[in-house]
């Protein structure tokens, strides 16, 4: 009698030890796509964030330029463009990046010059959610009507320090000069 009872616990024991065998596939199956998804939320936002950062220096680099802007060797409107264009060029032209619509679909406004109190650049853009993310922009009304996040950054910068503004001579530098010999 005593050995049945070992030969059933062994074999209770045996069967317990099977059945836990197939526990991390259980687990992998349910797992997996609870990674994935958390990937795409974590991935979006750090595209958009990219963005931001590839759009927010051009801005910034294109109010430095504007800021010395002069129609002293031409029409120079064109070049300014351009040079934001040529910085917006870090920026992939993959949909989930920057939806590139034929030509180049980056809405750029460009604000003053050197005679101007201050200088401002206006960078738009759009960007196509991820799948998944997509249904759920709709959702939350997050996305335009094209069903894409707007990305819009703003810059602004003085074209002259305030100390400079200040000055008895104003911003005319031969009244600079004369400043200092007097």
């Not at 009507?145 to 950054?153: L, Q, S």
Request: one cysteine or more; hydrophobic letters at 45%.
């Amino acid at each position: 009698m005593r050995g049945s009872k070992v030969r059933i616990g062994r074999r209770l024991k045996e069967l317990l030890e099977r059945s836990k065998q197939g526990q991390g596939t259980v687990e992998a199956a349910f797992l997996i796509p609870v990674v994935f998804i958390g990937l795409l939320l974590l991935i979006q936002p750090g595209v958009i964030l990219y963005d931001r950062i590839i759009m927010g220096a051009a801005a910034a680099e294109a109010c430095r330029l504007l800021a010395t802007k002069t129609d002293a060797a031409g029409d120079m409107d064109d070049g300014c463009e351009a040079f934001v264009r040529h910085r917006l060029g870090a920026v992939p032209p993959v949909p989930c990046f920057h939806v590139h619509d034929g030509g180049c679909s980056w809405d750029i406004v460009l604000e003053g010059d050197e005679q101007s109190e201050t200088v401002r650049v206006v960078i738009h853009n759009e960007a196509q959610p991820l799948p998944l993310l997509d249904a759920g922009g709709v959702l939350l009304g997050i996305v335009n009507d094209a069903g894409n996040f707007e990305i819009e950054v703003a810059a602004e910068q003085r074209t002259q320090p305030a100390w400079a503004d200040s000055a008895d001579a104003g911003r005319d530098p031969a009244g600079w000069i004369g400043a200092w010999y007097a």
